[in-house]
T-cell receptor
Framework: GAGVSQSPSNKVTEKGKDVELRCDPI?????LYWYRQSLGQGLEFLIY????????KSGLPSDRFSAERTGGSVSTLTIQRTQQEDSAVYLC????????????FGSGTQLSVL | QKEVEQNSGPLSVPEGAIASLNCTYS??????FFWYRQYSGKSPELIMS????GDKEDGRFTAQLNKASQYVSLLIRDSQPSDSATYLC????????????FGTGTRLTVIP
């Protein structure tokens, strides 16, 4: 499809396990964002990729969280040793670039840590 | 510290009324302003953007920007039950790598 694709749509894991969340942005979009949204809350910024520049990791809540973006396209958000407080919807968004204003969001990954 | 603030609501209006959603921001070095709508269980989608002072109208939606007072508003005329959603304000600043900041959103309920 032409939109931002995220997988899996739902992930249930046990406390202490590692998880990987995938985001496939719109083709040609150079900017990619990861956000986290807890139930009834706003968007919490996690990490931002822009082209080949070093990512802005200032929103990652702990060193258990990491993300990479391969070839300027697909991005993977990894959470190590998951905790119950990591349970949330993880949203990925992309935009055309530095002058691209509109963010296109994926449908999110609902992560539940038991 | 750049901040974007919104009243979390809930804001309830009767069908057909005007819904007024407000957002304030803390940094004068701002460039562009956005309103996203998020239905329950869905992802945010952009409904309005505004870049200069004044009003911008699109159908039943009007965005109002006042940079001197550092606020941006969204008016929804003839509110419909289908407008019931959370509305997120976003501000893009001129500087910084990640220069896009979201408010926490205002939950709007339009009562039939």
């Amino acid at each position: 499809g032409a939109g931002v694709s995220q997988s899996p749509s739902n992930k249930v894991t046990e406390k202490g396990k590692d998880v990987e969340l995938r985001c496939d942005p719109i083709s040609g979009h150079t900017a990619l964002y990861w956000y986290r949204q807890s139930l009834g809350q706003g968007l919490e910024f996690l990490i931002y990729f822009q082209g080949n520049s070093a990512p802005d990791k200032s929103g990652l809540p702990s060193d258990r969280f990491s993300a990479e973006r391969t070839g300027g396209s697909v991005s993977t958000l990894t959470i190590q040793r998951t905790q119950q407080e990591d349970s949330a919807v993880y949203l990925c968004a992309s935009s055309p670039g530095l002058s691209g204003e509109k963010l296109f969001f994926g449908s999110g990954t609902q992560l539940s840590v038991l | 510290q750049k901040e974007v603030e919104q009243n979390s609501g809930p804001l309830s209006v009767p069908e057909g009324a005007i819904a007024s959603l407000n957002c304030t921001y803390s940094d004068r070095v701002s460039q562009s302003f956005f309103w996203y709508r998020q239905y329950s269980g869905k992802s945010p989608e952009l409904i309005m953007s505004i870049y200069s002072n004044g009003d911008k109208e699109d159908g039943r939606f009007t965005a109002q920007l006042n940079k001197a007072s550092q606020y941006v508003s969204l008016l929804i005329r003839d509110s419909q039950p289908s407008d019931s959603a959370t509305y997120l304000c976003a501000v893009r600043y001129q500087t910084g790598a990640n220069n896009l900041f979201f408010g926490t959103g205002t939950r709007l309920t339009v009562i039939p």
